[in-house]
């Protein structure tokens, strides 16, 4: 069974930065890895619905982001240790969600229909003050 733990969240003033990260555990079932699956990064603001942030491809390393963070996070995978990051700078009230990692046997672009990966983490709140 696939795992995830979401982590890294925070209290931060506009203009701060955050790291967070996904660790994945359980990926490696019949002989799949780590490196097989892509990750994604959602996040639900108060009241709102969630939406993605971004995402990265299991086979070529490609990423893409939502237009409301682009510039300001950037996504990245480490495949040794497991684990998938999102540096996310210049942080606005605006970010302020419990982002969630998930992740699935496809690309990336598998997902911009509105189809979503099955297998999901617990989320990390950050919380950015004005």
């Known amino acids: 069974e696939v795992q995830l733990q979401a982590s890294g969240g925070g209290l931060v003033q506009a203009g701060g930065s955050l790291r967070l990260s996904c660790a994945a555990s359980g990926l490696g079932f019949d002989g799949l890895g780590f490196d097989d699956y892509m990750i994604a990064w959602f996040r639900q603001a108060p009241g709102k619905e969630r939406e993605g942030v971004s995402c990265?491809?299991?086979?070529?390393?490609?990423?893409t982001y939502a237009d409301s963070v682009k510039g300001r996070f950037t996504i990245s995978r480490d495949n040794v240790r497991n684990t998938v990051y999102l540096q996310m700078n210049s942080l606005k009230p605006e970010d302020t969600a419990v982002y969630y990692c998930?992740?699935?046997?496809?690309?990336?672009?598998?997902?911009?229909?509105?189809?979503?990966?099955?297998?999901w983490g617990r989320g990390t709140l950050v919380t950015v003050s004005s």
């Open positions: 998930a992740t699935d046997l496809g690309e990336c672009s598998d997902y911009e229909g509105g189809d979503e990966p099955d297998n």
């Open positions: 990265i491809n299991n086979s070529d390393g490609g990423t």
